[in-house]
């Protein structure tokens, strides 16, 4: 069924896999022949039912239930482009938006692949040929950090964008480093950040998001504010590997694969400003001094499993796999404990509870 409307950053100790649901009978050949859809911008979303697919509609019902409880305001779960789920808390709507905080991270790297496959930039050059010299704190590494370092959380610097270690060879998550990004987007492309971000990706697909200038970490850069369904649209551009429908929207078939490839640094669960499930140890945000912690950043959803994941629990799970879009939208989850950048207890409990309806 479709759901109808409802009513400083620390490392969260890790949380055992839930043991295995037993199977659930699959779905009629006719459902599993169902192609891709990709809806039509202003277009009715097409659906398919839970129970169509072969879930435990009961138990996702109770996932819904418990994430509604979590200071949620949406959940939206998208099968092969059409909704299988739509809840929505505390007065929104399908329209509201709100800042995704970092999970806007991985919008601006596919909008980077789009700028490489038309030429405007290559990963390999140094930050400094699209940045000018003195971008950094760091006149003798400067040079060396490439845009690659960047959408890799691996330049090397600290939040004063001074050097600590060289350039590629460890993570660290890095608000200011990463704000460079968008100047390298727009001098690239010779365009603001928004008409930059309309012309490649938005206006293509139906995302009605905006982005919106930000000065938090003392580095000028831009935060996204987008709908669920927005955030549900550009995750399924991503599990479509750059399509929609017929048409080309990431004109490079591979950078999507690219983006969900771990990076050559300390943290494999890390590819370019995507977080990967697929490892056996993972780093979260945070000071640098924080440990790598055993088994995939999410136990108890798929391996193959990649997310766009921002402050406050904002999320955008893709399961390739499962041709499966979730997302959540909210604030701060009451299971999450402090003030989560990316994964946080939030991710474990709801898989826990969607591994029960969807029986992976």
Not at 167 to 191: D, E, H, I, K, S
Not at 326 to 344: C, K, M, T
Request: glycine share 10%.
């Amino acid at each position: 069924m479709l759901m109808a409307c409802g009513g400083g950053p620390t490392a969260p100790a890790p949380t055992p896999a839930a043991p295995s649901p037993s199977p659930l009978p699959a779905p009629p050949a006719d459902v599993r022949a169902l192609p891709f859809v990709h809806p039509a911008p202003g277009a009715e979303w097409p659906t398919v039912s839970a129970g169509a697919l072969g879930w435990d509609t009961t138990a996702l019902r109770a996932a819904l239930d418990w994430a509604g409880t979590q200071r949620s305001t949406a959940v939206v779960i998208t099968w092969r482009g059409r909704l299988v789920a739509e809840r929505y808390w505390r007065g929104w709507t399908g329209e509201t938006d709100s800042i995704i905080a970092s999970a806007g991270k991985s919008v601006l790297a596919t909008l980077i692949g789009q700028l490489q496959a038309e030429g405007r930039l290559s990963l390999e050059a140094p930050a400094s040929q699209y940045l000018g010299a003195g971008w950094s704190r760091s006149p003798g590494t400067e040079g060396r950090i490439t845009v690659r370092h960047l959408l890799q959380m691996s330049s090397g610097l600290d939040d004063s964008l001074r050097t600590v270690v060289a350039p590629g060879t460890r993570f660290y998550y890095n608000n200011p480093a990463y704000y460079q990004l968008f100047a390298v987007v727009t001098r690239a492309a010779g365009q603001d950040i928004t008409t930059a971000s309309r012309t490649r990706l938005f206006d293509r697909i139906g995302m009605s998001c905006t982005w919106r200038f930000n000065v938090d970490t003392g580095e000028p850069g831009f935060v996204l504010s987008c709908s669920a369904r927005d955030m549900a649209r550009f995750g399924l551009l991503t599990l479509s590997r750059g399509a929609w429908g017929t048409t080309r929207v990431v004109t490079d078939t591979s950078w999507v694969t690219q983006m969900w490839r771990p990076a050559p640094h300390d943290n494999p669960a890390y590819g370019m400003l995507w977080w990967l499930n697929g490892s056996d140890r993972h780093r979260l945000p945070g000071p640098s001094v924080l440990p790598t912690l055993s088994g995939p950043l999410v136990p108890a959803a798929p391996r193959d499993l990649v997310a766009a994941l921002g402050k406050g629990d904002k999320k955008i799970y893709v399961v390739p796999s499962l041709d499966l879009v979730v997302v959540r939208h909210g604030d701060e989850a009451a299971v999450g404990g402090g003030n989560p950048l990316a994964s946080s207890t939030f991710d474990e409990q709801f898989w826990q509870r969607l591994r029960q309806a969807i029986r992976y």
